[in-house]
């Protein structure tokens, strides 16, 4: 029995991101379906509360191979040099339960992730949006300009995040790598009053404020995931049309949307619906051009699914990766 390994470059160079943005609409409407075993993520502390162990498994009726994410957890590590968060996703063949393959998860991640915010941006945002702000200046950011750029004619980025130079250096790399304008700004309202936002920072209290964002506009809240957490106030989410990839994560991990039901500025019938529920037409989406919408990101592990099998199916068909043989 062999097993296939697939780097980061390989899984870049296999997917696409306007690949991963039609690979996100199938795996939203199959969660929404109910055709997806996707039971809720765990975490453990491991090494005296040092690191946490994260464990995502997940399976599809439609596919051909069922899996789990596994990742490490660090805050100590960007002063070493190493990425905080690490991991693989292994794939079994769904009815031999043969393990096939292991990928590098951080490279999924940052595909899909930025993929599935591309995909509720062009179900909900104007089609006249040209403007985007980006909250955050790492990985999320840089893949969230791309994803965006693929699904609305986006002319400016307008980035904010914490550290000035980071952000500056930052908006300039993507200057260099955009076909557009993208520019850093040291005011988070700048980039709050885009026609597009994203938010993808680790903030555990509010970033992005309901009163800095103008009707009309489209937000993706993407980095919180904590019942604890959250990057937008209570304001905006209270009068924004709310949409989320899973309404079972958003209960048990969405801060964003959970923190206003307990302070009771909403309840939970405020959430429209999944994704993967505007995409079989059970409901609208944008209902006016004033409106105010919001798409909460939990990031399941069904969206990291559909795009590994879907890099396993261009390894094998290309001859990619890496093999261990007799495994």
């Known amino acids: 029995m062999s097993l296939r390994v697939l780097d980061s470059a390989t899984i870049r160079n296999l997917l696409p991101m306007s690949e991963c943005i039609d690979l ?30 994260a464990q995502m498994p997940g399976a599809s009726k439609d596919l051909n191979h069922y899996g789990i994410k596994l990742l490490s957890i660090h805050a100590s ?11 693989v996703v ?33 179900l909900l945002a104007r089609e006249t949006a040209n403007t985007c702000g980006i909250f955050g200046n790492g990985v999320q950011a840089a893949s969230h300009i791309e994803a965006i750029k693929a699904v609305r004619p986006i002319k400016k ?15 300039e790399q993507q200057q260099q790598r955009a076909d557009c304008e993208v520019i850093a700004t040291s005011d988070p309202v ?10 993808v920072t680790a903030a555990k209290e509010p970033i992005l404020m309901g009163s800095w964002v103008k009707p009309g506009a489209h937000i993706n809240l993407v980095g919180a995931h904590s019942l604890t957490t959250r990057e937008a106030d209570s304001e905006l ?44 037409e059970d409901f609208a989406g944008r209902a006016s051009s004033e409106q105010i919408t919001v798409y909460k990101s939990h990031g399941i592990f069904i969206q990291d699914l559909y795009a590994a099998n879907y890099v396993l199916t261009q390894a094998i068909n290309s001859d990619a990766g890496i093999f261990v043989e007799d495994f």
Not at 95 to 121: C, H
Not at 157 to 171: L, Y
Request: charge should be negative; include cysteine; hydrophobic fraction near 45%.
């Open 190 to 199: 700048d980039a709050a009053r885009c026609d597009v936002v994203c938010t």
């Open 77 to 87: 590590n960007p002063g070493k040099g190493l990425p905080a968060i690490q991991g």
């Open 90 to 122: 292994l794939l079994f063949e769904s009815t031999t339960g043969k393990p096939v393959a292991i990928l590098e998860a951080a490279e999924i991640t940052a595909i899909r992730t930025a993929a599935a915010s591309g995909l509720a941006t062009g």
């Open 24 to 53: 996100m609409r199938s795996a939203m409407i199959a969660t929404s379906s109910g055709n997806v075993d996707l039971p809720v993520r765990s975490v453990a502390s491991v090494l005296n509360k040092s690191g946490l162990l």
């Open 157 to 171: 980025f307008v980035i904010w995040g914490r550290n000035a130079d980071k952000t500056a250096n930052f908006a």
């Open 237 to 280: 989410v209270t009068k924004a049309a709310l949409y989320v990839d899973s309404i079972e994560s958003t209960l048990k991990e969405g801060g964003d949307i959970m923190i206003p039901i307990e302070e009771g500025a909403m309840t939970a019938n405020a959430i429209l619906g999944e994704v993967g529920q505007l995409l079989s």
